[in-house]
């Protein structure tokens, strides 16, 4: 579980970086971009991302 939990957040990263290089600066910035995007959240539901999810993906990123 944790490895696809890891390999969800190493296929997120480029995106976020997109998403940080277009001007998003705090996570409730990173997620509303996500969810504008129709990135599916780490669960795989289509809903709207937040703030803590993007803090769980980034950490695993790190």
Not at 53 to 59: F, I, K, N
């Amino acid at each position: 579980m944790k490895a696809k939990a890891a390999q969800k957040a190493d296929n997120l990263a480029p995106i976020i970086t997109q998403i940080r290089k277009a001007g998003a600066g705090s996570l409730s910035e990173i997620a509303k971009a996500l969810t504008e995007r129709g990135i599916p959240q780490p669960s795989g539901s289509m809903g709207e991302w937040s703030a803590v999810q993007v803090s769980r993906v980034l950490e695993r990123i790190a």
